[in-house]
């Protein structure tokens, strides 16, 4: 019938409120502002949103936090946090590391803002929480979850 349909069942990674769910996604033509790309590079992290940015807030260093940690590897279920400086194998688990954003830097096409992370370094999981407004005025706040295994020369 044209239109996207979406199943899933929840999981530890969800904050849905059944389940699992089959569920109809319909465009209702409000923009949509989220990020649909990220690349870490050994200086950074840049984060592309789908519209324009207002620069005042993008470029607001105190907009973004991030943070990060490792974890074991093991066939149980779950597993404690460990900083990034523990072996997961042999040292005791811990905090998560906060990462410095030094900077934030707005595109000239707004739609992708550069974090410098001078403590940047691969890490099984990376937290980035973000509260900006698009150029449109209306809000653009959310969180990204990923792992960096490399780091892009640029």
Request: net charge neutral.
């Amino acid at each position: 019938d044209g239109q996207l349909y979406i199943t899933g069942l929840k999981g530890w990674q969800s904050n849905a409120g059944k389940d699992g769910g089959f569920d109809r996604v319909r465009y209702t033509g409000a923009p949509l502002n989220i990020p649909t790309g990220l690349h870490v590079t050994k200086t950074g992290i840049a984060i592309t949103f789908t519209s324009p940015l207002e620069t005042a807030t993008g470029g607001d260093p105190g907009n973004f936090t991030a943070e990060a940690f490792n974890i074991k590897w093991s066939s149980a279920y779950g597993t404690k946090e460990y900083p990034l400086s523990v072996n997961p194998n042999t040292g005791a688990a811990g905090k998560r590391d906060q990462w410095t954003i030094k900077s934030a830097t707005v595109s000239s096409d707004q739609k992708t803002v550069f974090l410098e992370i001078p403590e940047i370094q691969k890490a099984n999981c990376v937290h980035i929480s973000y509260n900006l407004n698009a150029a449109d005025g209306s809000q653009v706040k959310g969180e990204i979850g990923n792992t960096i295994h490399e780091l892009a020369e640029k």
